[in-house]
């Protein structure tokens, strides 16, 4: 079964400044990766999403995350932050064989002004 | 276009009551996916629902059942309620066939807590 790991509890980041999230993920076979984004009161929002191809990709809201698969990695990035970027960020993991994501415990980012 | 909506937003039950909560999904999807997510985790897959079948199911007990219409809502029914019980509970609508490749787009939730 896949799963995802999320090493970083909490992060904090000045606005303006670069962020990188963690996540790692177990699986046997190329996986699906997602990233997702939480507000407050709100429901998940898709970022950005790897199924093959270019190892780098884009996102909505600046963001942008790498595949690398001899690490079982796929960190998202933005290069600079805007407070608007306060969230609970979700690593997730699909496999090719079933419709359900596997999702990391989260990382809440906090910018500071 | 409406998303994906969910009844109640909030909800308190006590132990050993049962909850049911409800669930429309995105105008033109046919599938429909919830999750629980307790506090300061991440949502955990309970069961997926197409063509009013149950197609996949989590590692969740038989407590947790599921329902869709015939116009693809669906309701998640929690018997014999636990303290654990207490969570987020979301909703995911998509096409079958296309959940990875369409956008999955997710619900408010419906925030549980049991007594």
């Known amino acids: 079964a896949q799963s995802v790991t999320q090493p970083d509890i909490h992060i904090t980041v000045s606005e303006g400044a670069s962020l990188e999230l963690r996540c790692n993920y177990s699986?046997?076979?190329?996986?699906?990766l997602f990233w997702y984004v939480q507000s407050p009161g709100q429901g998940l929002q898709l970022l950005l999403k790897?199924?093959?191809?270019?190892?780098l990709v884009q996102g909505i809201k600046g963001f942008e995350a790498e595949f690398k698969r001899s690490q079982s990695s796929f960190n998202l990035r933005k290069p600079s932050v805007h407070w608007s970027d306060a969230a609970e960020y979700f690593c997730?993991?699909?496999?090719?064989?079933?419709?359900?994501?596997?999702f990391g415990a989260g990382t809440t980012v906090t910018v500071r002004a | 276009d409406a998303g994906v909506t969910q009844s109640p937003t909030h909800l308190i039950k006590t132990r050993g009551q049962q909850v049911t909560l409800r669930c429309s999904p995105k105008?033109?999807?046919?599938?429909v996916s919830w999750y629980q997510q307790a506090l300061g985790q991440g949502p955990q897959f309970i069961f997926q629902?197409?063509?009013?079948?149950?197609?996949q199911r989590g590692n969740f007990p038989d407590r947790f059942s599921g329902h869709q219409f015939p116009n693809y809502s669906s309701e998640l029914n929690v018997n014999a309620l636990l303290l654990g019980d207490s969570a987020l509970y979301l909703c995911?609508?998509?096409?079958?066939?296309?959940?990875?490749?369409?956008?999955?787009?997710f619900g408010p939730g419906t925030r549980l807590l049991v007594l």
């Open positions: 995911a609508s998509s096409l079958w066939g296309q959940v990875y490749q369409e956008t999955q787009y």
């Open positions: 699986y046997g076979a190329t996986p699906y």
């Open positions: 790897y199924f093959s191809g270019d190892t």
């Open positions: 997730a993991v699909g496999a090719r064989s079933d419709y359900k994501l596997s």
């Open positions: 105008s033109g999807h046919d599938t």
């Open positions: 629902y197409y063509e009013e079948e149950e197609r």
